[in-house]
C-alpha cells in the first residue's frame, strides 16, 4: 500500500479497521438476462440487453466499458437502487424482486455499500457524522462510533473527523466516501468510477485502499473504472458493451 496519502494527509493504515473485525462472508451474485430501456421524450434508450453477471462470494471484479454503455445503471440495479424492466438478480441467493419497502431498504442498508463517483457526502455534517449516516438505520448498535473512527484512520483520515466535505480534498472525500461505504460491513461492495476525479497519485492511493480494505474485510467487491490502470489490478475484468457483459480479461 502506498504510504502518501493525499494532500499531505497521514498515510492510511487499513490494518486498524481489520483489528476490531471479522472478515465479511457472502457478496455471491447472480443476474440473469437483465434487460433495462428509459424512456426520454419519445425516445427510447436501450440501456441493457440480456446482461448476464456472475460474482462469487469474496470476488474483486472491474466493470469498464464506453461512456453511455450502462455501468453506473448496472451498478443501481446491483445495489437495488433501480429495478431492472425485465431479468432477476440474486444476491446471496436473495432474488431482489422480491423485497419492497422496508424490506428492501433495509436489505440495502444491511448488505450493500455505495462508493459514488461524485462522493454524496452530506456537506452539512463532518466527516464522522457522514460516516456514521448508514448506521443510523440501526439504533441501538454497539461499537459504531469506534467502527467509524477505526475505519477512518484506516483510510487516512483520522485528523479530519470534524472536517465538512468542503473543507476536504477530493481524494479525502473519497477516502471518506468509502469509509461511510463500509461502515455496516456491506457483502457487497459497489464503487462507481471511484477514482475518475482524482489525479493520478491520488488515484492510486485511493485504489490502494479499496484493495487493502477488501483484503481485509471481506465480501464482494465491484468497481466500475475508466482506469485501465486500475482495471489492470484486478484478477477478474468485465466489459459492459452492447448491454451485455462479456469478460474482459
Ligand atoms: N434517468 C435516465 N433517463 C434517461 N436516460 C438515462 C437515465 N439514466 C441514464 N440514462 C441513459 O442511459 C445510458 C447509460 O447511462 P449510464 O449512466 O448507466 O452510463 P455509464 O456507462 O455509467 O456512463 P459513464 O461512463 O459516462 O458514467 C446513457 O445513454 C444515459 O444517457
Ligand atoms: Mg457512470
Do not use: W
Not at 424512456?39 to 427510447?44: D, I, N, W
Amino acid at each position: 500500500m502506498s504510504e502518501t496519502g493525499a494532500g499531505g494527509a497521514a498515510a492510511p493504515h487499513a490494518a486498524a479497521a481489520g483489528q476490531s473485525t471479522s472478515r465479511q462472508e457472502g457478496g455471491a451474485v447472480r443476474a440473469r438476462s437483465l434487460d433495462k430501456s428509459y424512456r426520454l421524450g419519445g425516445e427510447e434508450v436501450v440501456v441493457l440487453r440480456g446482461a448476464d453477471l456472475d460474482l462469487a462470494a469474496g470476488e474483486a471484479v472491474a466493470v469498464i466499458g464506453p461512456s453511455g454503455s450502462g455501468k453506473s445503471t448496472l451498478l443501481h440495479i446491483l445495489g437495488t437502487l433501480e429495478r431492472p424492466d425485465a431479468g432477476s438478480v440474486e444476491i446471496d441467493g436473495v432474488d431482489l424482486s422480491s423485497l419492497e419497502g422496508e424490506r428492501l431498504s433495509r436489505f440495502r442498508s444491511d448488505r450493500v455499500g455505495f462508493v459514488f463517483q461524485d462522493h454524496h457526502l452530506l456537506p452539512q455534517y463532518g466527516v464522522l457524522q457522514n460516516v456514521l449516516m448508514p448506521t443510523l438505520a440501526h439504533p441501538g448498535a454497539v461499537g459504531t462510533r469506534q467502527r467509524a473512527e477505526q475505519l477512518l484512520g484506516a483510510v487516512g483520515l483520522a485528523h479530519r473527523l470534524d472536517h465538512r466535505p468542503a473543507q476536504l480534498s477530493g481524494g479525502e472525500r473519497q477516502r471518506a466516501a468509502i469509509a461511510r461505504a463500509l461502515i455496516n460491513r456491506p457483502s457487497l461492495l459497489l464503487c462507481d468510477e471511484p477514482t475518475g476525479n482524482l489525479d493520478g497519485a491520488t488515484a492510486d492511493v485511493v485504489g490502494d485502499l479499496l484493495f487493502e480494505l477488501h483484503r481485509r474485510e471481506g465480501g464482494t467487491m465491484v468497481v466500475v473504472t475508466h482506469s485501465l490502470d486500475l482495471a489492470g489490478r484486478f484478477p477478474r475484468t468485465l466489459r459492459l458493451d452492447k448491454g451485455q457483459l462479456r469478460e474482459a480479461s
